[in-house]
């Protein structure tokens, strides 16, 4: 994967872009989330995506009550099981989600220079004149001359299927806005985004409670995305909520920040959550448009040199209805990978998209492009700089690791961990070889019965950049003897000839625990 590795701050052979690319076991080091809905939800079309490079399946509970999600995810079992693809649940929360129900489901014309009201009352018949939605404090949060945004689930961004308002007065629990540009509301949900405003809603409002201690805990979900995540006090009380469920206490929590107020508050958010999600379809709305890419480059930096891992979401819109996505967005990919991002969330593409497959794949291949002329060698300096001196023993063990491996031109790099700590911190540093993860389970009682950790650790390294896991048998613990590493390390390598990421006469970087030393050794493969 590391040998055509290019740099554009060298001159490059223009020719040498037209040659066709290596085939590779892993499609792309960059992960890609994918949304399951009614275009992808069939055993056979979830197989097809785990195939095409999906790692995480993500169940947006905005729509669709428990039971349509239940179906899905154990389609999603199925296609698990035939294609012996591993793949993690990520449970998508509402949150203070503004949203207009259009009941009858008929195309609702809104012209421009026109009046539309917003108003609470819910019993009323939605029109080209009035909007019914799901909040009482509109009227109290928005002034004349704020800016409204009304469109299908997820904004597309074009004209014609997403209305811009401004606030033109308020009258009572009503909010009177002049229409910006004409638009036909398709659909029977439309979400509304008040621009740079508060929203007086709890972050995890009683839905998503009842949906996480009911469908999240039964299915055991490896990452919880918490939307519109305002404060780092949001995370807490979330965190909070999953631990007293006991079996979700080791559910990851991914902030998505998707307005101004998470955006302010951003470093605190970073130090709470697991990892965050940048969503870029409600930011570009609260920000102005030459202000997006500062956003995602300085928040990529952080979380980069935070070691937690970090999703872009709304690359590839146009792929919804079409086979190819635009210059633009093929760019945009590519800058995602380059800027540091782990992960690709792909939303209303593969959700409600004609081509769910065409498009994990067609973003698959720009992300291993993209990772063929990320200067790693840049990169390398950047954290270890960052990081500074001393370094934690673990830091240290990670950083020396990666530096090996790049130096003997290692084909991969195998790590053996029981909490996946170890892995994640050697994935910091982005090698441009895969790291194998070999989660080694641990044994645990709650007093009542015995089970084994691993499988979470496992699953929630499909969300990190070039971390790919494999579960050990739980009879050869992380920390041991020489002697039955040895026998992990086989397995390890073994499963590694067979899928083609290392062959005859490589060299493995392996870094492991040996009583209490950390150790990190370099070995060459024999015929």
């Not at 793949?87 to 195309?107: F, I, S």
């Not at 007065?169 to 004409?182: A, L, T």
């Not at 070691?307 to 945009?332: Q, Y």
């Not at 499909?462 to 026998?487: F, I």
Request: glycine content about 6%.
């Amino acid at each position: 994967m590391h040998s055509n590795h290019l740099l554009l701050e060298e001159p490059i052979r223009m020719a040498s872009i037209l040659e066709p690319s290596k085939a590779s076991f892993f499609p792309a080091m960059t992960k890609i989330v994918g949304t399951l809905g009614p275009k992808s939800r069939s055993v056979e079309v979830i197989a097809s995506c785990l195939n095409a490079g999906m790692s995480v399946a993500r169940f947006d509970f905005s729509w669709g009550n428990t039971e349509y999600h239940q179906e899905t995810l154990e389609n999603l079992k199925a296609a698990v099981k035939s294609t012996k693809k591993l793949c993690a649940v990520m449970l998508d929360t509402v949150g203070p989600e503004l949203q207009v129900a259009n009941k009858t489901g008929n195309p609702i014309s809104l012209l421009g220079d026109g009046l539309v009201v917003l108003t609470p009352d819910r019993g009323q018949e939605p029109s080209s004149q009035l909007l019914p939605i799901n909040f009482d404090g509109l009227s109290k949060a928005v002034k004349k001359g704020d800016t409204i945004f009304v469109g299908q689930y997820l904004f597309t961004g074009s004209e014609t299927t997403s209305v811009w308002l401004e606030v033109s007065e308020v009258k009572g629990e009503d909010v009177v806005c002049s229409v910006k540009n004409s638009a036909t509301l398709a659909g029977s949900l439309f979400t509304l985004h008040a621009s740079q405003i508060h929203i007086d809603l709890p972050t995890l409002s009683a839905q998503d409670k009842e949906v996480i201690s009911s469908w999240g805990l039964q299915n055991k979900i490896d990452f919880l995305s918490l939307s519109y995540t305002r404060h780092a006090e949001d995370v807490r009380q979330a965190r909070e909520f999953l631990n007293k469920l006991g079996d979700l206490s080791q559910t990851q929590i991914f902030a998505k920040i998707e307005n101004m107020e998470g955006l302010t508050h951003f470093d605190e958010i970073l130090q709470e959550a697991d990892g965050i999600i940048l969503s870029r379809g409600n930011l570009g709305i609260d920000l102005p448009p030459e202000k997006v890419f500062l956003f995602q480059k300085a928040a990529l930096y952080k979380c980069n040199m935070a070691g937690k891992p970090a999703v872009v979401t709304r690359v590839v819109d146009s792929m919804t209805d079409n086979l190819r996505p635009t210059r633009a967005e093929a760019t945009d990919v590519a800058n995602a990978v380059l800027d540091g991002s782990d992960a690709i969330l792909l939303g209303a593409e593969t959700l409600r998209g004609l081509y769910p497959v065409d498009t994990i794949s067609t973003v698959g291949r720009i992300c291993a492009e993209a990772e063929k002329v990320f200067n790693q060698d840049l990169y390398f300096k950047k954290t270890v700089k960052y990081v500074g001196e001393p370094m934690t023993h673990l830091e240290s063990i990670a950083s020396s690791a990666v530096r090996a491996a790049i130096k003997v031109k290692a084909s991969v790099i195998i790590c053996f961990t029981s909490s996946g700590r170890a892995a994640r911190l050697i994935a910091k540093y982005r090698p441009t070889m895969p790291v194998l993860s070999v989660v080694v389970p641990r044994l645990k009682t709650n007093q009542l019965k015995w089970s084994f950790t691993g499988a979470f650790e496992a699953r929630q390294s499909l969300l990190v950049r070039g971390l790919y896991p494999m579960l050990a048998d739980p009879r050869h613990p992380a920390e041991s003897t020489s002697a039955t590493n040895e026998s992990v390390l086989k397995v390890a390598l073994d499963h590694g000839k067979a899928s083609g990421v290392v062959k005859s006469h490589d060299r493995v970087v392996v870094c492991q625990k040996v009583g209490d030393a950390s150790v990190v050794k370099i070995i060459e493969l024999e015929d």
